[in-house]
């Protein structure tokens, strides 16, 4: 099979089991239960022919489709890393398959370490940017011209619409947000010490394992992009004590309130 029949493939076992939606969802860690739709319809990714499946925890391994003050929104809970050994086709695929939905819109959010030294465990930071420091682009190899161009802008990543429209939820709620530029490592190991000074240097204001790929192939296909980090604990050598995925996923769970009150706040003003 090629990669655009893959992707048909994929899309038309969701569409079948969930339906199409105009906005798109990926849960970081921590956050995989922290949305809810009404009318849900979940697909398991196993089920879903040539998808991957997630193994990193604190992941689900679901699709689910449904309504969300008004809109249509499809979900993912639990996303693909290149440090569980996924290549970057198979990290792009879940993307492209929302474009084959009818998405038009995403919401990428992730779990981060804190680079920026006035950031504290359990902030919402708004991306504004991103550092590629994995060496590796999703949009690699032959271009797929049914979802967009050989070379395409990055120079808005994020949309402003959108990043606007957050903040008025968040003031409305309540909520103070950070913002700034997000830093993709490889992973699995954490950051050392140097490397995040050499972050803090380049201009990141929070690192992960995640997102920057998939921004990538949404601006590729010409998706419109929200990116929302929870600040999950301080980056490496900036506290006396060591890095644990746990430390991760219990303050994932301490901000899943504030994190769902501002995602479904976004999305019910989100105009499309």
Not at 19 to 36: F, Q, V, W, Y
Not at 44 to 65: K, L, M, N
Not at 67 to 83: A, T
Not at 244 to 255: A, D, I, S
């Amino acid at each position: 099979m090629t990669m655009i029949e893959k992707i048909d493939a994929a899309a038309n076992a969701i569409r079948e089991a969930c339906g199409e939606a105009e906005i798109g969802l990926i849960l970081g860690s921590g956050l995989a239960g922290s949305i809810s739709l009404e009318n849900e319809k979940s697909i398991a990714y196993q089920d879903i022919p040539e998808f991957p499946v997630s193994t990193a925890p604190g992941h689900r391994s679901e699709w689910v489709c449904g309504e969300l003050h008004g809109k249509r929104v499809c979900l993912m809970r639990g996303r693909f890393h290149m440090y569980e050994g996924w290549p970057m086709e198979k990290i792009a695929m879940p993307i492209r398959v929302m474009k084959g939905l009818g998405v038009k819109a995403l919401i990428v959010t992730n779990a981060a370490g804190g680079v920026n030294l006035g950031f504290e465990p359990g902030d919402l930071m708004l991306i504004d940017d991103t550092i590629n420091y994995s060496g590796l682009n999703p949009l690699i190899g032959q271009n797929l011209d049914e979802f967009g161009p050989r070379f395409p802008d990055m120079s808005r990543e994020f949309d402003p619409e959108f990043l606007k429209t957050a903040y008025e939820v968040a003031a409305k709620l309540g909520i103070s947000l950070r913002e700034g530029v997000y830093m993709w490592f490889s992973g699995p190991s954490f950051e050392t010490p140097a490397e995040i000074r050499m972050a803090r240097t380049l201009g990141a204001d929070a690192v992960g394992m995640s997102t920057v790929p998939e921004v990538i192939v949404a601006r590729h296909c010409g998706l419109r992009v929200l990116g929302v980090s929870c600040i999950t604990n301080m980056a490496a050598g900036i506290l006396d004590q060591p890095l644990t995925h746990q430390e991760v996923l219990e303050t994932g769970e301490r901000v899943k309130e504030k994190f769902s009150t501002l995602i479904e706040g976004i999305v019910r003003e989100m105009k499309l």
